[in-house]
């Protein structure tokens, strides 16, 4: 491994811990553009490996450059996948896979809203396959090297946008479909998953936390808005660096050793709705993804 040049213990200015993260392994998905890409340069700078997963090629092969550039970590590689199908995640693990026997963090960046209506191959609808069973199934698929790199940390990026509820027999294909309604019950499920993981792995050292990055100007958010507003939203939302900031954080603060099962709003951690904490209805979610994922027959999705 080439090691980056200068030092292997940086003070990371923007999230304000030092750390030490030479040796160690960091996936950060959707890391192309804004929030991931930021994490990808933020995680670089602490002198970790970063494997930046991303959907295109040319985009990703120039932000990899741009993430070198900026952190001076030569030690930085591209895989590529679309995260909207189960074969694009399994084949992400999988190359991930064939490369690197250790990971010690994980981050579940992409993400993103279809304004439309639209399924996968497995009549999933891609609001929910991207933000909610994409970070599912990659994680389990990941879970072992993960728990035999610990301690390891699994970030989820979530978002203050949550659902108040969700009903898991509507949850792969909601209909009526409306877009920004698809996305908030994808976050909450995010984060119920992310409880529900944290038991799980109650007496490994593998932990995972979910973030709201903050209200960040990116590829994303200006595609949600008419563009006449955009120059408006940028002067007045932040930054994906300081949108990345809560992920770095979360992914190397010696502080967060061993916190786990917790929702972190930017810096500081918060509760989430009622419905979110209700351990029933994770484990049914819980119980279900793990059906959709690994029982053959059962991944089609109405259920
Ligand atoms: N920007 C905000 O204000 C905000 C607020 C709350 C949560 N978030 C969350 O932050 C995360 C990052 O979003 P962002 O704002 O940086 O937007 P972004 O559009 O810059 O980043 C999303 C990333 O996901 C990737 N992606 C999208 N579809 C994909 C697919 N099919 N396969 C593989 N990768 C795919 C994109 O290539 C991109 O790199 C998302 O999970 C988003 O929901 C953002």
Not at 87 to 108: C, E, K, M, T, Y
Request: glycine residues 8%; contains cysteine; proline residues 5%.
């Amino acid at each position: 491994m080439v090691r980056p040049r200068g030092v292997s213990i940086l003070y990371i200015r923007e999230a304000g811990v030092a750390m030490n993260t030479s040796g160690k392994v960091c996936l950060v998905t959707g890391a192309s553009t804004g929030i991931g890409k930021e994490t990808a340069v933020g995680l670089a700078k602490t002198g970790a490996t970063v494997v930046m997963a991303a959907r295109d090629a040319s985009r990703g092969e120039e932000a990899r450059a741009d993430v070198i550039r900026r952190s001076g970590n030569p030690n930085v590689e591209l895989l590529l996948a679309d995260m909207t199908t189960t074969g694009g995640v399994r084949s992400l693990a999988n190359q991930f896979l064939s490369r690197h026997d250790r990971l010690h963090v994980l981050i579940n960046n992409a993400g993103g809203v279809f304004k439309e209506h639209r399924k996968n191959d497995e009549g999933m609808e891609l609001t929910f396959a991207l933000n909610y069973y994409a970070p599912f199934l990659l994680t389990h698929l990941l879970l072992d090297t993960l728990k035999k790199s610990s301690p390891a940390r699994i970030v989820q990026v979530a978002s203050e946008m949550q659902a108040k509820r969700l009903d898991i027999a509507q949850l792969t294909d909601p209909v009526p479909y409306k877009a920004m309604q698809a996305y908030g019950t994808a976050k909450l499920a995010v984060v119920m998953f992310t409880y529900a993981l944290a038991r799980e792995l109650e007496g490994t050292s593998v932990t995972v936390n979910a973030v709201h990055p903050g209200v960040i100007y990116t590829p994303q958010s200006a595609r949600m808005a008419p563009s006449f507003l955009r120059p408006l939203m940028k002067l007045f939302m932040s930054d994906p660096v300081k949108g990345a900031e809560p992920s770095v954080r979360l992914a190397v603060d010696p502080a967060l050793e061993g916190v786990s099962g917790r929702y972190f709003k930017q810096l500081a951690e918060k509760r989430t709705g009622a419905f979110s904490y209700d351990w029933q209805q994770q484990d049914k979610l819980y119980t279900r993804s793990l059906e959709w994922a690994f029982s053959p027959g059962k991944v089609q999705t109405h259920l």
